[in-house]
């Protein structure tokens, strides 16, 4: 029986609270439900009359497939590209993401350390020119993407957690803060130490980057054509690689698949991740005097320490985001309408805000929502190549995207145009993480990793033998 925790069991808040926080929710992402789509370019059907053959195909129209559209062209204007996207763009993950804007290409320096020990220097410093190139870029073309330069507050919940705020603070150069000098940047009763991380951490507005991220591709005359699914791979005769899509067939020498945790067009990748749902909420905005109970004057993204965790942060408009902890794999492993939704973990994420916030009793969320992370065994994604180097795929960023899909964009470009790069050399593009047995063996094997990562939070952090066993393999869990 593990010690009682802050967000065990043991501690919950009064359900009728919940239930009125949570009875006016709008079922849907709020920041696909808040902003307007400008152009109205995405209620277009599929494009009947564009281009079927290009020089480069992506598949996959969320932040991995709009910056390998966007890299492509600018490393080579004359180069014709078309962009497939099956639903619209970035109505997946891309769209319903936290908006952390995190440097870390190794899903933080734990895990880094843990599966790239030897390459984390130069991995870090990847990591950092890919956060400015992505700044950089985001202001070459006028992206009004909310970025904001707040960083991150990583706060302890737990007493064992301070030691690891300590040495998070030592590896970053960054003061450790006690329990108080916490609380007087963010006021939650539950925290006893933190550190601001200051470097190599935005918060973004997550659709308005991808809409930016869409203009900017079209201004350099990438053809996107949405409401086309691909549904087939093959290479033709003449050498070149066809792609069968509900709207007919499409050619071209090289593509690119950005498909996340959806069934992959390469068999081989479908082993290698899985889609895990993350759920978050969005509140009401705070007015100033509710803002003001808990100080966050900073505007700070913050996330807690527990394996389960929980991430949290102000929107433009001053709502707070909260989304976390509950990592739901869904038996049969496929990404579904119909999972967006999970009124128990809802109700989980709303009982932890006001844990977190007590101050905030009087506060109602407004949206409720849930999305796929596509997850691999080493929490970081891959980048690899098919059909003898034509074809280049990345995924299994684990819930870390919103800055690392434009490296994976990047090293599958650098794979595709036989360039061999420092991308190219990084570990994750040289090897394939360990495969996830299929299912029926899937869903109790996940089941059972999900449950001793819950026992490891309440037992001090201390992991049991399996997860132990799983780290002896290079094999994590996470979000
Ligand atoms: C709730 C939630 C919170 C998150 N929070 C954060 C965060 O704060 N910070 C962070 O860094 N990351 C976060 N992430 C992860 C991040 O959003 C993703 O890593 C990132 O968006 C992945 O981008 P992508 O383009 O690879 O995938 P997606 O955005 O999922 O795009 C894949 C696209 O491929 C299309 N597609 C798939 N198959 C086909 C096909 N056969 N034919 C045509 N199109 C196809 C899909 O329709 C989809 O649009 C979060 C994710 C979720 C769900």
């Given amino acids: 029986m593990g010690v009682p925790t802050a967000y065990g069991p043991s501690t919950p808040v009064d359900s009728r609270l919940v239930d009125r926080s949570l009875a006016h929710v709008r079922p849907r992402s709020f920041w696909l439900d808040s902003t307007p789509d400008p152009d109205g370019t995405s209620s277009r059907g599929s494009d009947a009359s564009g281009l079927r053959h290009a020089d480069l195909i992506v598949v996959g129209g969320g932040y991995t497939g709009l910056w390998a559209a966007l890299q492509a062209k600018e490393r080579d204007p004359s180069r014709t590209v078309v962009l497939l996207e099956a639903v619209t763009i970035a109505w997946a993950a891309s769209g319903r993401n936290g908006g952390f804007c995190d440097a870390s290409l190794t899903h933080g320096d734990e895990n880094g350390k843990r599966h790239f020990a030897d390459d984390l220097d130069t991995l870090k410093r990847l990591g950092l020119e890919n956060f400015s190139a992505m700044r950089d870029t985001i202001e070459r073309y006028g992206i009004d993407a909310e970025w904001e330069d707040v960083g991150m507050l990583q706060v302890a919940t737990e007493p064992h957690q301070i030691a690891f705020i300590e040495e998070l603070a030592a590896d970053n150069g960054e003061v450790f803060l006690d329990a108080e000098a916490t609380r007087a940047l963010v006021d939650s009763p539950l925290y006893r130490a933190g550190v601001h991380l200051r470097e190599g951490i935005s918060l973004v507005h997550p659709v308005k980057l991808a809409q930016g991220l869409r203009r900017a591709c079209e201004s350099l005359g990438v053809e996107i054509h949405e409401h086309t699914r691909a549904t087939g791979l093959r290479r033709s005769g003449d050498g070149s690689m066809v792609v069968q899509t509900d709207a007919g067939e499409y050619t071209a020498p090289r593509v690119a698949l950005a498909t996340n945790g959806f069934r992959s067009l390469v068999r081989r990748a479908d082993f290698l991740v899985v889609p895990v749902y993350d759920y978050a909420l969005m509140t009401e905005p705070l007015s100033a005097e509710q803002l003001g109970r808990i100080g966050w004057q900073g505007r700070q993204g913050i996330g807690d320490s527990s394996r389960q965790f ?40 709303a009982d932890h805000f006001f844990r977190t916030f007590p101050q905030l009793d009087d506060v109602d969320f407004s949206h409720a929502w849930g999305g796929a ?91 049991g033998l399996l997860l132990r066993a799983m780290g002896a393999f290079g094999i994590g869990f996470d979000t």
């Fill in 310 to 349: 929980h991430y949290y942060r102000l929107s433009a408009d001053n709502r707070v985001l909260f989304g976390g902890y509950d990592a739901i794999y869904h038996r049969g492993g496929r990404i579904r309408n119909s999972q967006d939704q999970r009124p128990a973990t809802f109700r989980l994420l």
């Fill in 373 to 463: 992370i596509d997850m691999s065994t080493k929490l970081v994604a891959h980048i690899s190549t098919a059909y003898g180097g034509q074809v280049a795929y990345a995924a299994g960023y684990t819930g870390l995207g919103v800055a690392s899909t434009r490296v994976g964009a990047q090293t599958m470009l650098d794979l595709l145009d036989g360039r061999d790069t420092e991308l190219t050399q990084m570990p994750m593009a040289r090897k394939l993480p360990f495969p996830i047995p299929p299912e029926p063996i899937a869903y109790p094997a996940i089941q059972v990793a999900r449950a001793a990562v819950a026992r490891s939070d309440e037992n001090g952090g201390r992991d």
